[in-house]
């Protein structure tokens, strides 16, 4: 074989070659556009649910408010005296109605996060003005049940810096839960310097605890405690998520150590100051 039929046949391969890599690039390009196609779909899709969520949420916030507005003015007697099964009935209805609102607001909460809508509002506050208002919101809840709600004096903890609503949502949702499941017992609200930029909330129950298996994905989105008690306190199974994604918005992480027929404690640990342009006047 000559060099002219060498090159000939090494000019063949390199066109076979060329036309198999144009064929591959063509594919790629087509697979490409295809993965975009599904992406804006699935854009679309997420924006939808958004939105319905959205929607729904304040169609159902309405007719939430007026019937806990009008079991406040039943229980206020105004309209006249209640015996004591009609104070336990619209309890119920209270109840009930408080159980659907706080759905709503996890469901709204979740749809502002998906559609990027949630904002943070940091502030300087005193962790004691905090526990003080947690305090006074679990009260009519506390003295209905057999278990102790105890807030820890913070002492010596400096001023936070971040969002005390997001924050206050966070213990809330902990505070709420642990009452939930500790039938009787205590919970324990408590605050502590972690390292020297960093606070940890701990919320301990001596309640029925948290199955192992269950621990690693409590966070997750729709997972609930499968247990007696579930049955009977109703959830969207999405407040424990909410807690996870409000925490890394400030800049922090939750967390969960739990045995089973002991309690369990749920902590979040933050910065003492929300990254962000402070004016010097306020620290």
Known sequence: MNDSDDIARLRAENEALRAELDET????????AELDNQAEQLRQASELKSRFLSYMSHEF?????????????????????????????????????RELSDMVDDLLDLAKIEAGRIT??????ELMDLFAALRGMFRPIVDSTEADLVFEEPRGM??????????????????SNALKFTPRGEVRVSAELEAADRVRFSVRDTGIGIPPDLQGILFEDFTQVDSPLQKRVRGTGLGLSLCRQFAHLLGGEVGVISVPGEGSTFHVVLPLKLPAE????NA
């Open 120 to 125: 943070i509002s940091p502030a300087w506050f």
């Open 61 to 97: 916030r309405t007719p939430l408010d007026s019937i806990l507005s009008m079991t406040r003015l039943l229980v206020d007697e105004l309209d006249g005296p209640l015996n004591e099964e009609q104070h336990k009935q619209v309890g119920f209805v209270s109840g009930a109605a």
């Open 278 to 281: 402070v004016p010097d006047g």
């Open 25 to 32: 690039n063509q594919g790629v390009l087509a697979l490409y």
């Open 158 to 175: 400096p001023k936070l810096y971040t969002d005390d609503k997001k924050l206050a949502q966070i213990l809330r949702n902990f505070i």
